[in-house]
């Protein structure tokens, strides 16, 4: 038995660091399967690779280093697929050949789980009664189904969300007049704006917080990590930057 690592970024700005270290510290001896700079998943050379190639003439795939009794780790389902219909297309694929996929954070769409939602069925009595929990049985099986399809459209939707919240935000501090020209020096990095930059995405409500930028810079950004109002617009500029040339990607 293999276990397959995968770990996918879609820009160069991606670091693949996080992944590897979650699937490192659960499966240490996972082998590792780096895709990176793909926007789609039908350009995914190492994710072919794993699944394979499908031969219509003969009617099976062909090629694949995932073989039965294998496992795939993912850091999240987005990694699998950011197409809610072909990951679940490779998702049953994987599970009919017997490829057990693990999500680290969403379990309850691992294959195993599946599994057991397909086979812990009703048993039968050899009586009337049969016909009606047969019923039952196949509403469970598709009711399992319907549960990693939500999942896959759910991690669709959320890249979706972000990509519009980043417009958004882009749109309203272009009308704030709080974007401008590239300034001389702005791109220089220290531990200083690498530490401004976490906080304004954690706290700020333009990303994943809910704080006003007076707030931010009142209460957030202080002592130590304190910065003038121009540095502060200026990151909030390069942040936006950095998330609309991820998504363009994605």
Known sequence: MTIWGYCRISTKKQSMERQVTNILKEYPNA???KEAFTGTTSKRDEWT????????????????SAKPGDKIIFDSVSRMSRNAEEGFKDYEVLYDRGVDLVFLKEPLI?????????????GMTNTKVDKILEGVNEFLRELAKEQIQLAFEQSAKEVNDLR??????????????????????????TKKSIRAKELIKKYSKDFN??????????????????????????????????????????
Do not use: P, W
């Not at 690779?49 to 795939?61: A, F, H, M, V």
């Not at 195993?112 to 086979?119: D, F, G, P």
């Not at 007049?177 to 020096?185: E, N, S, V």
């Not at 121009?230 to 994605?250: A, V």
């Open 49 to 64: 690779k794993l699944i394979g190639t499908y031969n219509y003439e003969k009617d099976c795939y062909e090629k694949f």
């Open 209 to 250: 917080g809910d704080k006003s930028d007076k707030d931010v810079l009142s209460d957030v950004l202080k002592g130590e990590d304190k910065i003038d109002r121009t540095t502060f617009y200026r990151y909030k500029k390069q942040l936006f930057e950095e998330e609309m040339e991820k998504q363009q990607h994605d």
């Open 110 to 122: 691992n294959t195993e789980t599946y599994k057991k939602a397909l086979t812990n069925q009703i």
């Open 164 to 189: 519009e919240r980043t417009k958004e935000g882009l749109r309203e501090a272009k009308k704030k007049g709080k974007i401008g020209g590239r300034k001389t020096g702005a791109n220089i990095i």
């Open 31 to 33: 082998k590792l399967v």
